[in-house]
């Protein structure tokens, strides 16, 4: 009787208490005055307060908008709204009307010097239009987020009752604290817990999940809820749910339930298909099989065609979430270059392993390390990644996990921006779980240095998220702005 509850105080408790003390952590990491109020980028909130009232757009102008007549008033010197999409509807003289955005090429900055404007038309075509400029009547701006929805459908029963004031910080630290809650509960299921809270496998898990919540780029995305974080954050929490799901072919519908809400918040999660893949294959057989696949692919078949009804509506593509639209500095890149390309993949692969923080340029007189605004080494931050070369416990899922986390982490390693502005690589938290779990069923969690690795890792990231929102202009190397990469800024 008292082994039984043991391990029941384990199965009920450890999940409570994990949730709790990663809840209060990242609160405190977020602190009180951001707890309070809506982040700068409560993107998610406002959309999720567009379609309560009935819009696909947002209404006006993004805050943080310096317009002529602020500025003529001294309140404001340029912009500071971040990441919002812009689509432009033009009148033209013979009274039709195109919808689209400017072209900012070289060649195209040159031809609207000579009185012609490029325009990038919407729809699947990415039709180039060149028009006069006298036969354009009026212009008139439609402002979007352009991030995937599902975190603001997370946030839609909060905002139908609190608006705008939302606590979009307070909700992305809950979010977060139950990411290690799934992943506990899967360890302790699938590997049991015969010590209860002992030395063993049940302290392992416990360590693992430490390493996830406060020894990775988890810890800062998860405490400073602004859109790109909480996207992330919500993304890793389906993603965790989606393993769990996909373990042993587990639960195939709730599988593909928690991928398709995955990809609804980070679409590039898509890739972590092969773990289901090979869990559907090696555990079923003959019209098992079938029936499991139908159920899997359902509820992706459902949300999908959600989600590009979603974008069709709204940028008449059903694969474009609005990225390219994007009014960011950074427009004539991505479309001279592109938006993924193998020229970023150096830069991304540096910020991942090699980036190293300096201890000068700042009041600290190198009493503090500083790092780039593109992040520092992955390896600073999450060292217990090492631990999964010593993973070599027999694991069916091994090769599921880490073929679908080198998918996963591929396309980041290839787009247009780094991340910045992150501490640490923020882009790992995408994979991250799916290289932890391999980690820990491999054996390499019990390797004694592991919590040692896991120590020295949230010494790092709790530096960096405890003054990432705090001071940052003593965090992050300033001059030049943009090392080590200050070219990309000219």
Not at 5 to 13: A, E, G, M, Q, S
Not at 320 to 332: M, N
């Amino acid at each position: 009787m008292r082994e039984r509850t043991r391990l029941l105080d384990r199965k009920y408790l450890a999940p409570l208490a994990a949730f709790l003390i990663a809840l209060v952590g990242l609160c405190f990491l977020a602190g009180p005055k951001r707890l309070a109020k809506p982040s700068h980028d409560n993107h998610y909130v406002h959309l999720a307060s567009s379609w309560l009232d009935g819009q696909l757009s947002h209404e006006g102008k993004p805050a943080g908008y310096c317009t002529p007549e602020l500025r003529r008033a001294k309140q404001c010197k340029h912009h500071s709204y971040d990441d919002w999409a812009r689509v432009w509807t033009l009148e033209l003289r013979d009274g039709s009307q195109v919808r689209g955005f400017p072209c900012k090429t070289s060649e195209c900055l040159a031809l609207k010097r000579t009185g012609t404007e490029a325009w990038l038309l919407l729809g699947v075509d990415h039709e180039l239009r060149e028009l006069s400029r006298r036969d354009i009547v009026s212009r008139e701006e439609t402002w979007y987020v352009s991030f995937p929805p599902g975190p603001a459908l997370a946030m839609l029963p909060v905002v139908a009752v609190r608006g705008l004031a939302t606590r979009d910080v307070l909700l992305t630290c809950i979010f977060a604290a139950l990411i290690p809650v799934v992943l506990l509960r899967l360890f302790d299921r699938e590997r049991g817990t015969p010590d209860g809270w002992g030395p063993g496998r049940g302290r392992e898990h416990l360590w693992a999940i430490a390493a996830w919540t406060f020894a990775s780029p988890a810890a800062f995305v998860g405490a400073h809820g602004r859109v790109w974080f909480t996207a992330q954050i919500c993304g890793a929490l389906c993603l965790c749910l989606y393993i769990s799901m996909s373990w042993n072919c587990r639960r195939p519908a709730l599988a593909g339930l928690f991928l398709a809400l995955a990809v609804s918040c980070r679409p590039h999660l898509a890739f972590a298909l092969p773990l289901f893949v090979g869990e559907w294959w090696r555990e079923t057989s003959g019209r098992e099989r079938v029936v499991a696949a139908l159920r899997f692919a359902t509820p992706l078949a459902l949300i999908g065609a959600a989600l590009m009804a979603h974008n069709y509506a709204r940028f008449e593509d059903p694969v474009e979430f609005g990225h390219r639209f994007l009014d960011i500095r950074w427009q004539q890149r991505m479309q001279e270059v592109g938006m993924f390309s193998t020229e970023y993949f150096g830069r991304n692969v540096r910020c991942l392993f090699s980036l190293m923080p300096v201890w000068r340029d700042g009041p600290w007189d190198g009493l503090g390390p500083r790092v780039s605004i593109h992040g520092s080494s992955l390896l600073l931050g999450a060292p217990w990644v090492l631990a999964l070369g010593l993973a070599r416990e027999r694991c069916p899922q091994r090769w599921g996990l880490l073929l679908s986390a080198l998918a996963v982490a591929l396309p980041s390693l290839l787009y247009q921006n780094s991340g910045q502005l992150q501490f640490s690589y923020r882009f790992a938290v995408d994979w991250l779980p799916l290289v932890l779990v391999a980690i820990v069923f491999g054996g390499g969690a019990k390797r004694p240095w592991f919590p040692l690795l896991v120590v020295l890792g949230a010494a790092w990231e709790l530096y960096g998220a405890w003054w990432f929102g705090r001071r940052p202009g003593q965090l992050f190397v300033t001059d030049p702005m943009g090392w080590p990469f200050e070219d990309e800024l000219k």
